[in-house]
């Protein structure tokens, strides 16, 4: 586990650009937080920085949408699901392969139907209204693999008590 402290959205930007180059194609990170966390302004940061130039917005209504730039992004916000068998409408295992990476809003309410190989990005406010509390829980061997890779990556923001 890894916790940053972002002081502002640009530092959010930020640490999402600095994972966004540790991925591969299939790779997959739930975006968890309350509602207004951060958990878009996290993925506007990863966008940018695998190439997406187009605007990046939250998919709360349409569920899913998806971006061209180096890699294919997939963009899915589940937070209006009611029911586990919901999620076998959006095709999931389609979204982990070819040359793309899939970020999931409210993916920790889906667990249970994921791939086990996942990014947890636990995002907090603290108690300033910019600063933000990001919490990196790596799941599965390939994630646990890269972490000494994405702390190094990451030491600008190294933990501080919000």
Not at 57 to 71: C, I, N
Not at 126 to 150: F, Q, Y
Request: hydrophobic share 40%; net charge negative; charged share 25%.
């Amino acid at each position: 586990m890894v916790k940053l402290k972002a002081s502002c959205l640009q530092d959010t930007h930020d640490i999402a650009s600095r994972i966004a180059h540790i991925v591969s194609a299939g790779d997959l990170l739930l975006l968890v937080g309350d509602l207004g966390a951060g958990k878009t302004a996290f993925a506007q940061g990863f966008g940018k920085a695998i190439g997406i130039k187009e605007p990046i917005t939250s998919p709360t209504f349409t569920l899913a949408r998806e971006y061209k730039g180096k890699m294919q992004l997939h963009h899915l916000d589940v937070y209006r699901l009611e029911q586990i068998e919901e999620v076998r409408d959006l095709a999931l295992p389609e979204l982990f392969e070819g040359n793309s990476v899939t970020l999931i809003e409210w993916g920790n309410q889906i667990i249970s139907a994921l791939p086990k190989d996942h990014l947890e990005v636990f995002i907090e406010h603290c108690d300033h209204d910019d600063e933000r509390m990001i919490t990196l829980i790596p799941s599965g061997e390939v994630w646990n693999d890269r972490m000494v890779n994405l702390q190094h990556s990451l030491t600008d923001w190294t933990f501080q008590e919000c």
